[in-house]
């Protein structure tokens, strides 16, 4: 009797333990294609490399040979690349073997290796980059570090100090189709046999080293903090330097933005270098609806969070889409000759033919659905080959590269914000042009590069697109430069027009240019030309008009026309105009797409006279110094009184504009013929960079508000728009575009607001999203212990956001029911078999034993998300904890989110994303 009582016991006990633990979870072997096809849709899944940081970056396993040698072998080079929620992305660097292989080799190199691992596994739990549910591929050279690695992490539990849980990896898969790790042929070896993308592979310039391994987070508050890893290599290589951690603000649709914060200084050399800025010491404004990028650069390119290349790769009907509806220009940086509709036959130096039809032989067209106008791609050669190598990862050229870039910026035809879309023959200059283009600064850069391969890319996918392209030689590159398109102010009478013509090889002349013509209005007739030719050799060259229209609305356009001379093709005698483009490199009849408002009576200076640049820059100043004062002049000439006269002074406080003090000595009217003064200041008490807009309003029939920027640096620090490798002057404006503005002052209240949520799904740039959508984001915490209620926000794009209250509900706990029924189920069988007869006790122990088995099978299967209109999910998107709400949304659209968290009495928004739904 005794021995049966305690034996039920041990069987109560057995079944609630047994159901307390952990389901079980096994290493999946999966196909390249399967693991590449899972990565491109799911933004949260990650590859795990666990080859070494040598390898990871192109070079041999060190223990095969000299360490540092680049990797020749095309079976085995290269790092994956794909690209998932509108960026292009790389492995995260988990070395297994760091520098020799052991004598056990199913395991890590030694005892210092494990504890690496598991310092960057536990390093990204912490971090929130991954958490326990993310599906992790795994890959290595031929599966054979991977398999184990696998098996190591599925053996081994991690602390995440993010959300102080301690548990296992459950979606661990390894990358290798016919699962035999010891038969060479998974890993890299199939990724590369199965023709899938990756970065750079092992180029013939030789230069294969990866950007750095960059990951960030937001606290919800004021505080942004960039990590970089950097995982031990061997002693054949060392990581680049990291030259710029670079934190960017932009508006809710991720256009116009600035670098708001930025560091200099390298990583430490530890595991883990941790870059912090913080809006309260920094300083800079986090506007209201905003979206943020953190990048972290070093010579071979720029990461961006989380671990994916500052360059996005993109389609090249993605991109002729995308200039068409005015999102960006497309910038050529073949030669001077490919642009012009000659084939390369060969290279180092170029060779071409200039009557071939092949399908690099064409330049690349598009017509913006604004204005109907045929635009041509911006030329500037990133390779130029005058009979020697080229530079491979560098332009042939950098000082005319870098100078035709800030010429087109200075000129308005481009700014930091616009989104470049970089073209040469393949997708493989493009890429490393787009490269340096975000070492100059450039925010928005992307390779058209369709399949990732650096090889079908460029002009050679869109001839195959059947996108339209022009054949024959083009006019000069002509620009308009002021007044600035839009420009509202008194009339100037002077207009700037400004050509580029580019370096070509072997001594090569461009044609004469026969004139230049200015339009206002009528695009018929010319109200004034020049017929100077350009300086051969002269990289940008200008002309400037006199005209001055009357006020009111006007529309105007510059042209520029070369052809050959004879008999001497660059001797221009003789040239006749035999080739035409009109402003932005535009092939079209030259409509009027530059507006210009000239006003009836007030005029507005800065303190250097100018009209159509009004800025006042005040420089560098120590911190508790005040400069000089500089005055912007209001001044009415028209014969009557103006009225209506204010600043947004009033509309904004004082404090708002700090640390620039303005004293407004213009009443609110102004006589015919008078003019006044506003006095800035500028009194740096903090480091940093700063810049705001004054705005002018008046009753003026043509001109009711003309802007005035105003910007300096305190304690030495250097101007935020300028990059450690451009030093030009560049405008200030740029600076401006995001700051103008955005920032109201918060009210002042006891009451602490909740955090702002972060959108995880749908990821911002998604697309064939399912109509039937789960909205998720990461729960808001509140530092007075309220309550949080939820809105979802949500419209088509162009609309205004309509808003719909969330139900509540606990954030689940992924087993918490497995356990709780292991529990109950075990003291009801503890009941049963104590309380019964001997038959009763058989029959339950039977029954029992049934239910338990049922609910063991059920605790090893996956725990799915089951919400339908509101609630927490905990692995639906590799995150824990998620808040989530679910809608029925049109197919093929476009839309719009945020989440706004109230805790009743104060409200925090998340950013703004964008996503498009499929045709399902």
């Given amino acids: 009797m005794r021995s049966k009582k305690l034996f039920t016991v041990f069987l109560a006990l057995a079944g609630l333990f047994l159901f307390a633990l952990p389901p079980a979870y096994a290493l999946t072997d999966v196909s390249a294609t399967t693991a590449y096809n899972a990565l491109q849709s799911d933004p949260t899944a990650v590859i795990f490399d666990t080859r070494s940081v040598d390898e990871y970056n192109g070079l041999i396993p060190p223990w095969t040979g000299t360490p540092g040698t680049i990797d020749t072998n095309s079976a085995y080079n290269g790092t994956p690349k794909w690209r998932a929620g509108g960026k292009t992305k790389l492995p995260i660097s988990l070395p297994f073997w760091r520098s020799a292989v052991p004598a056990d080799t199913t395991q890590l190199q030694d005892a210092a290796q494990e504890t690496e691992v598991r310092n960057i596994l536990e390093g990204l739990l912490a971090r929130g980059v991954i958490d326990f549910n993310t599906p992790i591929y795994l890959l290595c050279r031929t599966a054979w570090r991977s398999h184990y690695m696998g098996i190591w992490i599925e053996t081994n539990t991690f602390y995440n100090a993010k959300t102080g849980v301690t548990a296992t990896f459950t979606n661990l898969y390894d990358i290798d189709a016919d699962g035999d790790p010891s038969n060479g042929a998974g890993g890299m070896e199939e990724w590369n046999r199965s023709t899938l993308p990756k970065y750079m592979g092992t180029s013939w310039s030789g230069y294969t080293y990866t950007p750095p391994i960059v990951f960030a987070e937001f606290d919800g508050n004021t505080t942004f903090t960039v990590s970089v890893l950097e995982p031990t290599p061997s002693a054949g290589f060392t990581w680049p330097t990291v030259n710029r951690v670079s934190l960017q603000i932009f508006d809710s649709n991720g256009l116009k933005g600035s ?16 870059y912090t800025f913080d809006a309260s010491t920094y300083p800079f404004d986090i506007p209201l609806s905003y979206t943020w990028r953190a990048y972290a650069a070093n010579n071979p390119g720029w990461g961006l969070a989380n671990n994916s290349l500052g360059v996005t790769d993109i389609s090249a009907a993605a991109a002729k889409a995308d200039a068409e509806a005015g999102k960006g220009v497309i910038v050529d940086v073949r030669t001077w000759a490919e642009h012009q509709g000659c084939a390369d036959t060969g290279w180092n130096p170029f060779t071409y033919d200039c009557a071939s039809t092949a399908p690099n032989a064409r330049s690349p067209q598009w017509t913006d659905t604004a204005t109907g106008v045929v635009h041509e791609a911006i030329n500037v050669p990133f390779w130029i080959s005058d009979g020697g190598a080229t530079t491979g990862w560098l332009p042939d050229d950098e000082t005319s590269f870098t100078n035709s870039f800030n010429a087109l910026k200075q000129a308005g035809v481009i700014d930091f914000n616009t989104r470049l879309y970089v073209l040469c023959k393949s997708g493989y200059r493009s890429y490393w042009a787009g490269v340096y283009l975000k070492k100059l600064g450039f925010r928005n850069v992307y390779n058209v590069d369709g399949a990732d391969t650096y090889a079908s890319g460029g002009m050679l996918e869109w001839y195959a697109s059947g996108l339209p392209a022009n054949t024959d030689f083009h006019g000069p590159q002509v620009y308009a430069i002021s007044p600035a398109d839009g420009y509202a102010n008194a009339a100037t009478g ?7 013509e580019v370096p070509r090889a072997q001594g090569k002349g461009h044609p004469c240019v026969t004139n230049v013509d200015l339009y206002v209005d009528n695009f018929g007739t010319p109200v004034a030309t020049s017929t100077t030719d350009t300086v051969e050799g002269t990289l940008w060259t200008e002309y400037t008009f006199t005209n001055t229209p009357a006020a009111g609305s006007h529309t105007w356009n510059v042209r520029a026309q070369s052809g050959w001379g004879n008999p001497d093709p660059y001797g221009c005698a003789g040239a006749l105009p035999t080739y035409t483009m009109w402003n ?13 408002g000239v006003s009836t009576q007030i005029a507005v200076t800065d303190s250097v006279g100018t009209t159509d640049d009004l800025e006042l820059n005040f420089g560098d100043l120590n911190l508790g110094s005040t400069s000089t004062t500089q005055t912007i002049t209001v001044a009415n ?22 640390p620039f003090t303005f004293t407004n000595n213009c009443g609110s009217s102004l006589g015919a013929g008078a003019n006044c003064t506003i006095d800035v200041t500028f009194s740096p008490t903090k480091a940093g960079s700063f810049g705001k807009i004054l705005r002018i309003n008046s009753d003026d029939a043509t001109v009711p508000q003309v802007a005035v920027a105003v910007c300096g640096t305190g304690g030495g620090t250097a101007p935020r728009w300028v990059t450690a490798t451009d030093t030009a002057d560049l405008s200030d404006s740029d600076l401006l575009s995001l700051l103008s503005d955005c920032a109201v002052p918060a009210a002042v209240s006891s009451n602490s607001a909740p955090s702002a949520p972060t959108l995880v799904a749908p990821e911002d740039g998604a697309v ?10 990461t729960p808001s915490s509140d530092a007075d212990g309220d309550d949080i ?7 088509p794009d162009g609309e205004d956001l309509v808003c719909h209250d969330v139900d509540g509900g606990d954030v689940a706990s992924a087993g918490k029911g497995v356990l709780y029924a292991g529990l109950g189920s ?5 009941g049963i078999v104590a309380a019964g007869s001997d038959r009763r006790r058989k029959l339950a122990l039977l029954v029992g034993m049934t239910i338990l088995t049922a609910m063991f099978l059920v605790s090893c299967g996956k725990n799915t998300d089951t919400s339908s209109t509101g609630g927490t999910s905990t692995d639906s998107y590799g995150v824990s904890g998620l808040v989530t ?13 945020k989440v706004i968290a109230s805790d009743g009495s104060a409200t925090a928004e998340s950013g703004v994303a964008t996503f498009t739904t499929g045709g399902n």
């Avoid at 932005?584 to 210009?596: F, K, N, Q, T, V």
């Avoid at 064939?768 to 984001?777: G, I, K, M, N, P």
């Avoid at 949304?889 to 989110?897: F, G, I, K, Q, S």
């Fill in 768 to 777: 064939d999203v399912s109509t039937d959508v789960t909205f998720a984001w």
């Fill in 259 to 274: 670098e708001v914060a930025y560091s200099t200084s390298d990583t430490t050399g530890a595991l883990w270098t941790d």
């Fill in 584 to 596: 932005s490199h535009a092939y079209s009849d030259g409509p009027g797409d530059r507006s210009l």
């Fill in 494 to 500: 002077q207009f700037k027009v400004g050509i580029l």
């Fill in 885 to 897: 709400y679910s809608a029925t949304l049109d197919a093929d659209t476009t839309y719009n989110w």
């Fill in 826 to 830: 075990g003291l009801l069988l503890f």
């Fill in 637 to 658: 000439n028209g014969g009557s009184t103006l009225t209506g006269l204010s600043t947004s002074l009033t509309t904004y406080s004082a404090v708002s504009f700090l």
């Fill in 789 to 795: 209620s939820y809105q979802v926000c949500y419209a």
